[in-house]
């Protein structure tokens, strides 16, 4: 039955990073079309994202080895880091609309 979570997790890892590919594509697209802080920013958030996704992936596998202890000290300080990138992509994006919508009016 453990293989099987395994795969559901493999799987799941799987589209979240087909997902960050998917919108790293769509916010480089916005940055050559439009070049402003605000796209620039939600591509940094977008590349920074898959990086910490794989920086996470890395130091569990290497904490593992170690203690559980060190699975618990590297999952504490990736809750604190992950949701940097988001954030950078979050105010890019609320940048961005303020824009666009002040252009419409």
């Given at each position: 039955?453990?293989?099987?979570?395994?795969?559901?997790?493999?799987?799941?890892?799987?589209?979240?990073?087909?997902?960050?590919?998917?919108?790293?594509?769509?916010?480089?697209?916005?940055?050559s079309k439009r070049k402003h802080p605000s796209t620039i920013?939600?591509?940094?958030?977008?590349?920074?994202?898959?990086?910490?996704?794989?920086?996470?992936?890395?130091?569990?596998?290497?904490?593992?080895?170690?203690?559980?202890?060190?699975?618990?000290?590297?999952?504490?300080?990736?809750?604190?880091?992950?949701?940097?990138?988001?954030?950078?992509?979050?105010?890019?994006?609320a940048m961005y609309a303020f824009k666009r919508v002040q252009k419409a009016s």
């Open positions: 039955m453990g293989e099987a979570y395994t795969i559901y997790f493999a799987i799941g890892s799987i589209l979240a990073v087909v997902a960050q590919l998917i919108i790293i594509v769509g916010s480089g697209i916005l940055v920013l939600m591509l940094i958030g977008c590349i920074l994202s898959l990086f910490f996704t794989f920086l996470g992936f890395a130091t569990s596998m290497l904490a593992a080895g170690q203690s559980p202890e060190a699975v618990l000290t590297w999952s504490s300080i990736s809750a604190m880091l992950s949701p940097l990138p988001h954030l950078l992509f979050a105010i890019g994006l």
